[in-house]
């Protein structure tokens, strides 16, 4: 028979943490630069779809693909960006590798606690790698203009955007994105992942 002390003792905290194919455990609450690895992260965003899939082509258009995209736009943007600026720019979406790639409309509903997760999770990203915790204003500002670019990029081309439509909620291309073509081929999950893991060993140039 149960006592009612056992009865009305308090249930365990929900598990905060999720175990990586690495072995690490990460904490989404109180996440440690200790257990990123950079493996899980090219593992998680390429098997991580943009607009919640629904885009053309036989494969998803992962969110390793367009981190990919992303920095390199940036670097048409920006020709005198550093490699350490650009390997921020290519983490911009890392902490989807846990959390997944949440629509901007799911992200409004959700609010500011999305929002402190998903700087707690950049914050470790950053400083496993040696980066700044916080990116500097400038290079924020950079990246958020080379992902509004390939967002236009990725709705014209394979989301079912019309250019009114696109050009209506991200604002008028300052490039030409048709540059960007070949990246906007989707790729199998396994290429993505050898592409992203590719050019964050290029980017970041260091033995680990």
């Known amino acids: 028979m149960v006592s009612r ?20 455990r990460l904490d989404l609450l109180d996440p440690s630069p200790l257990d ?4 899980d992260i090219a593992h998680g965003l390429a098997r991580v779809a943009r607009w919640n899939g629904q885009t053309r082509g036989e494969h998803i258009f992962s969110v390793a693909q367009h981190s990919l995209l992303v920095e390199r736009i940036a670097g048409r943007l920006a020709p005198a960006a550093t490699a350490r600026e ?26 500011a606690d999305y929002k402190a997760v998903e700087a707690r999770l950049q914050a470790a990203v950053h400083l496993r790698f040696s980066l700044p915790a916080t990116a500097p204003a400038v290079l924020k500002a950079l990246c958020k203009r080379a992902d509004r670019l390939a ?21 008028a291309p300052e490039i030409d994105v048709a540059d960007f073509a070949p990246q906007l081929a989707p790729i199998s999950v396994e290429a993505a992942q050898a592409a992203f893991l590719a050019r964050f060993s290029a980017l970041d140039g260091r033995e680990r």
């Open 5 to 24: 002390r056992a009865a009305r003792a308090p249930l365990a905290a929900p598990r905060a943490w999720q175990r990586m194919l690495s072995g690490r």
């Open 36 to 39: 990123v690895e950079i493996e």
């Open 86 to 111: 650009r390997l921020a720019i290519l983490l911009h979406d890392a902490p989807e590798y846990v959390v997944g790639d949440l629509i901007s409309p799911f992200k409004a509903v959700l609010g």
């Open 151 to 171: 967002a236009f990029a990725e709705a014209t081309a394979l989301a079912g955007f019309g250019l009114e439509e696109a050009t209506a909620i991200f604002g």
